[in-house]
């Protein structure tokens, strides 16, 4: 069993900036991505950033230029760095895990990101 502790996240104006971190513990094997998804209300789950154990990383297009996924393979944790917020990023923001040895996936528990002047 893997757990997901998520923090940062709450309100911002837009064009401001939060940063969210996650941290991983438990059974994690050597090859595994780390992501955050989100969900609006009345929306379905969303890919916001993606970095697979290569250390490739992908975007969603509503957000390239504005996010940054970073993460320290050793101490299991991932960040979210989010720029020039906008009123549309307001979600339910998860951090996810996925095992690449087996293709186990595990979720955090989510944080709200609001942002509204």
């Known amino acids: 069993q893997v757990q997901l502790v998520e923090s940062g996240g709450g309100l911002a104006q837009p064009g401001g900036s939060l940063r969210l971190s996650c941290a991983a513990s438990g059974n994690i094997f050597s090859r595994y991505a780390m992501g955050w998804y989100r969900q609006a209300p009345g929306s379905h789950h969303e890919l916001v950033a993606y970095i697979n154990p290569s250390d490739s990383i992908n975007y969603a297009d509503s957000v390239g230029g504005r996010f940054t996924i970073s993460r320290d393979k050793y101490k299991k944790t991932a960040d979210l760095r989010m720029d020039s917020l906008k009123p549309e990023d307001t979600a339910v923001y998860y951090c996810?895990?996925?095992?690449?040895?087996?293709?186990?996936?595990?979720w955090g528990q989510g944080t709200q990101v609001t942002v509204s002047s």
């Open positions: 996810i895990l996925r095992n690449y040895n087996d293709y186990s996936e595990y």
